[in-house]
């Protein structure tokens, strides 16, 4: 039996003599030094390389979605632009139904008029100046008017039957018995006299001149239309 063949005892071996070794012990050791080295680059490179993959797949999956996302968005961009252009179309419509700049006088005066016909008093029936908006003007008209319950009625009745779409908004408005100061127990009947007080706002178109200037002067993040919360608006046909 040769050297090589024989038992190899661990005791024997020299570490400082590797070359002395029989050839069995030797592949051993290269085996378990090789092991070693792998087991080294894998925990100080290979494992590292493992973690960043993982993040770059999660993040490829979120770039993926969207991606999708996106993609779905562009898909629909011309139907929404087409969308976009007809309720443009429509605003413009609505727009042209309200009084022109040279409709406000009249639609003023005939408002007024609608109150008297209806038996109300115009104890105060005072327009402001308007505001130009982007698109619109409002036009303030402080008001104090005195008649019934029914007669009221009648008036935003006949504001609504005007021939052109009229929309007012109310403001601080008040409605209460005529002599409320006087009779603290005066209570609202529908044959009572009452008096409404307050400030209504109506609204008128920009021509095309008008709608650049008030662009142009509007400050960014401006409202677009109007800011207070409107009471029911009284419209007439176009």
């Given at each position: 039996m040769s050297a090589d063949n024989r038992k190899v005892n661990l005791r024997d071996l020299d570490i400082n003599s590797i070359g002395s070794w029989p050839r069995q012990a030797q592949l051993v050791f290269c085996g378990f030094v090789a092991l070693l080295i792998v087991a080294l680059g894998w925990w100080l490179f290979v494992r590292d390389k493992g973690n960043e993959l993982e993040g770059l797949e999660g993040q490829e999956q979120t770039l993926r979605a969207d991606f999708e996302k996106k993609q779905g968005r562009a898909a629909n961009l011309g139907p929404l632009k087409q969308q976009l252009a007809q309720m443009e179309q429509q605003l413009q419509q609505m727009l042209r139904q309200l009084p022109s700049r040279t409709e406000m006088p009249d639609l003023i005066v005939d408002i007024s008029q609608t109150a008297l016909a209806t038996g109300i008093q115009n104890e105060l029936f005072q327009p402001g100046p308007e505001t130009k908006k982007e698109f619109y003007a409002e036009k303030p008209i402080a008001l104090r008017m005195v008649g019934t319950y029914h007669q009221f009625g009648a008036f935003v009745s006949g504001v609504a039957s005007l021939p052109r779409v009229v929309i007012m908004t109310m403001?601080?408005?008040?409605?209460?018995?005529?002599?409320?100061?006087?009779?603290?127990?005066?209570?609202?009947?529908?044959?009572?006299?009452?008096?409404?007080?307050?400030?209504?706002?109506?609204?008128?178109?920009?021509?095309?001149?008008?709608?650049?200037?008030?662009?142009?002067?509007?400050?960014?993040?401006?409202?677009?239309?109007?800011?207070?919360?409107p009471a029911k608006p009284a419209q007439g046909g176009a």
């Open positions: 403001h601080d408005i008040s409605l209460q018995p005529k002599d409320a100061k006087t009779n603290p127990n005066a209570r609202i009947g529908p044959n009572s006299a009452l008096e409404l007080a307050g400030t209504v706002k109506t609204y008128r178109y920009l021509d095309e001149e008008e709608a650049a200037e008030a662009a142009s002067s509007t400050p960014a993040g401006a409202a677009a239309a109007p800011a207070s919360a």
